[in-house]
């Protein structure tokens, strides 16, 4: 397969545009470019050429259409909290924006679910959600757009309990780089009728079509909650205590990990009560309160029987979210204490019965090369990220290597490069080692949806050699 070859926007390009969109939702501005060309991951910025801001499905199709007969490049782009560069438009070209798209299209409240534009962001959704007292559970922190979370299969820390994206989609419509619109999935909550399609297009990071509705599962919101925290000596002690827990048919619908250079930086810059020790931090749902303190009476059973060195429970609304406020912007807050830094992050997810071994193995590298990186974790879903900071082209070399190895053992343990960030761009180096030859398959499913390759082009697959 040659690299893709496409053409450049030019004047006539953009005239076509505000035929289909209205001259304002087309812009070459250098603020608007600037905005979009790079998400929250370390790697390089690269503007589109133009970005359009469709307000509707059929908007879509026909720029794709127009794009595909053009051979241009279009980029989907939810809000760019991709970690992956997965929105960052490599090849120049048509950004295509969802801040437009963000209507809740039905709520099917008797259902437990929602349709919606892909451009709603995941917590504004669920502030609307409150009143019918449902809520879309996937939750990876930042306010991500529900099509990014799609496009990437986001996961986030209620995932042990709820499920990933792609458990809580029921159904989706998606244009094709062609411009047919494509309903893919069905209402009911059992589907068993032909190809599963609506999940091929789930993670494709916007390689093979383009979401512009999606019917989303509910759930009802916990009548009881409570959080939990127990810290522990070492790190490979907390994570025995994670199989543990996972073990014990307890239900957590948090189980998150940090180890102690975390507890330390949240606790001096959020004034989060933590000591300087591997922490876990618990959520438990329940209907009855007498249950959920059962659940918590033997959690705190578990965590002092693995040798936590102290265990904190609290139903208080206040603490509890104080608690996970840190925790969501801990990547933020070691962003920002590290002014002079840069961070490249993993996403490694292996069975939970491998994980202490996974984490063993994490840090015993960073003892051998000497290196200070984070370690975060959703533990629960046996998925870990090493924020490694950078300051040069040399740092960055000696971490890939390392990060190379942790992925390598990840796989041998049955894991994955990417548990939920995507492969974006970091993680095309991983692609032939974790998949072989089903690498082929999905560069024959690319070519057979997007033969002309203008979709979100140099994400996902290797490039091809220059001619
Ligand atoms: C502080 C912080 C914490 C995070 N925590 C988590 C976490 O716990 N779990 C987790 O999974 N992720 C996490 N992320 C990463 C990020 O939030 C997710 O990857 C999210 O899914 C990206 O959504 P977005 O709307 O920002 O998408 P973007 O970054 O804008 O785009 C992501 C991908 O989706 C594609 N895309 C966007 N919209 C569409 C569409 N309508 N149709 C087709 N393709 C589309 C883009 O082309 C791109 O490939 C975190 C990020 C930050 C900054």
């Known amino acids: 397969m040659p690299a893709p070859a496409f053409n450049p ?12 969109l209205g001259a304002e939702a087309v812009s070459t501005a250098h603020a608007d470019l600037d905005l979009h060309a790079r998400d929250q991951s370390h790697h390089p910025e690269r503007p589109a050429e133009v970005i359009v801001w469709p307000a509707e499905a059929a908007q879509v199709a ?65 502030d609307q959600l409150t009143r019918y007292g449902l809520f879309f559970p996937p939750d990876p922190g930042a306010n991500a757009s529900v099509g990014g979370m799609l496009a990437n299969n986001a996961s986030g820390i209620r995932t042990v309990k709820y499920g990933a994206t792609k458990d809580n989609v029921l159904r989706m419509q998606v244009a094709l780089a062609d411009g047919r619109l494509l309903n893919l999935g069905a209402r009911s909550v059992k589907q068993a009728s032909g190809y599963d399609l609506l999940h091929l297009f789930v993670g494709s990071e916007g390689t093979l079509g383009v979401i512009t509705e999606a019917t989303l599962r509910l759930v009802p919101v916990p009548q009881f909650m409570s ?24 239900d957590p619908a948090a189980l998150e990990l940090i180890d102690a250079a975390h507890a330390r930086m949240l ?61 969501h912007h801990s990547y933020e807050i070691m962003v920002r204490s590290h002014p002079d830094k840069r961070f490249f992050i993993n996403d490694v997810a292996v069975p939970i019965s491998a994980y202490p071994e996974l984490i063993g193995f994490v840090e015993q590298l960073k003892r051998q090369h000497g290196i200070s990186a984070y370690m975060i974790g959703h533990a629960g ?85 220059p001619m």
Not at 297 to 319: L, N, P, W
Not at 435 to 444: E, I, Y
């Open 9 to 20: 926007v030019t004047p006539d390009d953009l005239n076509q545009l505000r035929r289909i």
């Open 62 to 126: 026909d720029v794709l259409r127009f794009a595909n007969q053009r051979r241009i490049p279009v980029t989907a782009w939810g809000v760019g909290t991709g970690l992956e560069g997965n929105a960052i438009p490599v090849y120049g070209g048509i950004l295509m924006s969802f801040e437009r798209m963000t209507r809740i299209v039905a709520v099917h409240a008797d259902d437990f679910q929602v349709t919606v534009q892909p451009g709603i962001g995941h917590k504004d959704l669920n």
């Open 381 to 465: 879903d046996g998925n870990v990220h090493v924020e490694f900071p950078f300051v040069d082209e040399d740092e960055y070399r000696l971490r890939m290597e390392i990060n190379a190895q942790i992925v390598a053992k990840a796989l041998e343990l049955g894991g994955t490069s990417t548990g939920e960030h995507g492969v974006g761009i970091g993680k095309i180096r991983y692609m032939q080692q974790e998949h072989g030859p089903a690498l082929d398959v999905m560069r024959a499913i690319k070519q057979t949806l997007d033969p002309n390759g203008i979709l979100n082009p140099g994400k996902i697959f290797p490039e091809p050699e």
């Open 227 to 250: 959080a939990a925290l127990a810290a522990f000596e070492t790190v490979e002690a907390a994570v025995e205590t994670v199989v543990a827990v996972r073990g014990s048919g307890l």
């Open 267 to 327: 606790r001096e810059a959020e004034g989060v009560d933590l000591t300087d020790h591997p922490t876990l931090f618990m959520e438990f749902h329940a209907a009855h309160e007498e249950s959920l303190q059962m659940g918590l009476d033997i959690v705190k059973q578990i965590c002092e029987e693995m040798g936590a060195v102290s265990f904190r429970a609290t139903t208080d609304i206040a603490e509890r979210k104080k608690l996970w406020h840190a925790r």
